[in-house]
């Protein structure tokens, strides 16, 4: 069973910049999507950003659109978001999803990571 392993999370202030990398357990298929999810206290997890086949299209959330980017390497198995500009209500749990299909629907990924806590301050 695919495993996803998140990494990058941590404190940062309100402008600054993170980058968060999601790690698979075993080879992706260049099918799969690859997804960033996050979850703020007391609220439903939303979509972030997805990544199709080999980075070859992608997919943002509004509220960050221009500020994230994401990206995937197919040889080392891993995906990226970059996080600039970051505003205190980007302060979330990023977690890391793969699916079939780019939707912001969080039901509809078959594998999810443990998540990685992302704090922004003013």
């Known amino acids: 069973q695919l495993q996803l392993i998140e990494s990058g999370g941590g404190l940062a202030q309100a402008g600054g910049s993170l980058r968060l990398s999601c790690t698979a357990s075993?080879?992706?298929?260049?099918?799969?999507?690859l997804a960033w999810f996050r979850q703020a206290p007391g609220k439903e997890r939303d979509f972030v950003a997805c990544?199709?086949?080999?980075?070859?299209?992608?997919g943002y959330a509004g509220s960050v659109k221009g500020r994230f980017t994401i990206s995937r390497d197919m040889a080392t198995n891993t995906m990226a978001l970059q996080m600039t500009s970051l505003k205190s209500e980007d302060t979330a749990v990023y977690y890391c999803?793969?699916?079939?299909?780019?939707?912001?629907?969080?039901?509809?990924?078959?594998?999810w990571g443990q998540g990685t806590q992302v704090t922004v301050s003013s």
């Open positions: 990544v199709y086949r080999s980075g070859t299209g992608t």
């Open positions: 999803a793969a699916g079939t299909y780019c939707t912001r629907n969080p039901e509809s990924y078959r594998s």
């Open positions: 075993t080879p992706i298929y260049s099918s799969t999507v």
